[in-house]
């Protein structure tokens, strides 16, 4: 009667951060640092603008959204990225999310076939993973294949290790960069090496980029970026987008997570399949929202001084854990990935002793056949809160993981 398809995801991490520390009576006043959710004001522009268009809350929104919202989309996208020679077109090259989640998980069904080189379709992923891949791969019928991640390939999966045999039945791969949640960002080559790899073998490739606009001093190169080089070079693609698409996303660019408005751009034939197939479902976003998101698009300022907040709480992270726990300062994103030897046995320590919620890395990942998991020794810290109480957490954290 139930889909046995689903009988492979594990409960999931929040649920099981829950249960690891009930019952236990933190010793110190909570400070949640495992949570993502942005905590950073929001652009002063949304009440104004929501309010200017709330009569078309009686309005169904159209699947594309609006004109205005797609060349804003469109606009920053060929900004931020450096498209001028193939831009992405307003029409056709980028449509509108419910969140860049929603999507992330849609486009699995769109791209996984019944079977792939006479075998059942893998989704490939890092590991560890946003968990909606999973999820979506799950769904989709496809089997999930989780590349680990480690220290020693940059927190990236080692392409290297990706045979002929398991690239001939790849349908999709999800990749994150910067990364949820050790921060590593993907260079140009990176990226090139897996488009190149996406178009030899005829799958697709998801890129994840709702982090993109969190980084120190450089802007994280992106898939269109990538895709945008190679298609300059003799030989070129027809279609400089093929095989790929990118999500990105207001909740962390703008603070909007509650919004849900995001974006998904690239290969105008995925796409075309993509606005078909949801169009049955109807995420859409309401009219008001997508006004919000054009002006969000279309202003930097915001996202500067977003940006400049998260710069002073690397600062203090650097200066309470350098030498600990392995810390670096990612390349991008919000998250720490400490290494603290045994997750689950350090947040416990940390709930009880200190006060401070984080996440096992092991939830965040997938246990491989050997035993093995990549999350296994770390934790999760979201530096997305008040400056002061992520201070506190941090030297919580130091003082109660060295003691
Ligand atoms: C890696 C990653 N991808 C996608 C999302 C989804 O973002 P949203 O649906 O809010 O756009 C998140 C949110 O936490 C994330 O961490």
């Known amino acids: 009667m139930l889909n046995s ?7 999931n991490a929040f649920p099981r951060l829950a249960a690891l520390i009930e019952g236990l009576t933190p010793a110190h006043a909570p400070i949640p640092l495992s949570l993502g959710e942005p905590g950073h004001p929001m652009p002063d522009f949304v009440g104004d603008i929501l309010q200017a268009h709330q009569g078309d809350y009686s309005k169904y929104p159209p699947i594309n959204g609006t004109a205005e919202f797609r060349a804003a989309a469109a606009g920053w996208l060929n900004r931020r990225f450096g498209l001028g020679p193939c831009p992405v077109d307003p029409e056709g090259g ?4 419910n969140g860049t989640r929603e999507g992330l998980f849609s486009i699995a069904f769109i791209v996984t076939p019944p079977r792939k080189a006479g075998r059942q379709p893998a989704i490939l992923m890092p590991n560890p993973f946003y968990q909606c891949y999973a999820g979506a791969a799950a769904a989709a019928g496809a089997e999930a294949v989780y590349l680990d991640a480690p220290a020693q390939t940059g927190f990236l999966p080692d392409l290297d290790k990706l045979t002929p045999e398991l690239l001939e039945r790849t349908a999709l791969f999800y990749l994150c960069s910067p990364a949820n949640p050790q921060g590593a960002v993907a260079g140009l080559d990176y990226l090139q090496r897996l488009i190149a790899l996406a178009r030899e073998y005829d799958f697709v490739v998801a890129f994840d980029e709702c982090y993109s606009e969190i980084y120190l001093d450089t802007p994280p190169p992106g898939g269109l970026q990538a895709a945008r080089m190679m298609a300059e070079k003799p030989g070129g693609m027809a279609e400089p987008f093929a095989n790929l698409l990118v999500f990105n996303s207001l909740s962390k660019r703008s603070n909007l997570a509650g919004l849900r408005s995001g974006l998904i751009a690239g290969d105008p034939g995925l796409l075309a399949k993509f606005r078909q197939f949801r169009a049955y479902i109807g995420p859409t976003n309401p009219l008001p929202s997508d006004a919000v998101a054009t002006a969000a698009w279309s202003d930097e300022a915001h996202v500067v001084a977003n940006r400049a907040l998260y710069h002073e709480k690397f600062a203090i992270a650097e200066e309470i854990l350098a030498g600990h726990f ?3 300062t990612p ?10 030897g045994d997750s689950e046995a350090a947040a416990k320590k940390l709930w009880q002793a200190g006060g401070v919620k984080v996440l096992p890395g092991k939830y965040l990942s997938r246990t491989q056949p050997d035993g093995s998991n990549p999350g296994e020794k770390y934790i999760r810290v979201a530096l997305v809160g008040e400056r002061d109480s992520i201070a506190e957490g941090l030297r919580r954290i130091r003082d109660v993981l060295s003691g």
Do not use: K, R
């Open 331 to 340: 390349a991008g994103g919000f998250f720490l990935w400490l290494n603290v």
């Open 326 to 328: 392995d810390y670096y």
């Open 5 to 11: 398809n689903l009988d492979v995801l594990p409960e």
């Open 94 to 97: 980028v449509l509108p999310l």
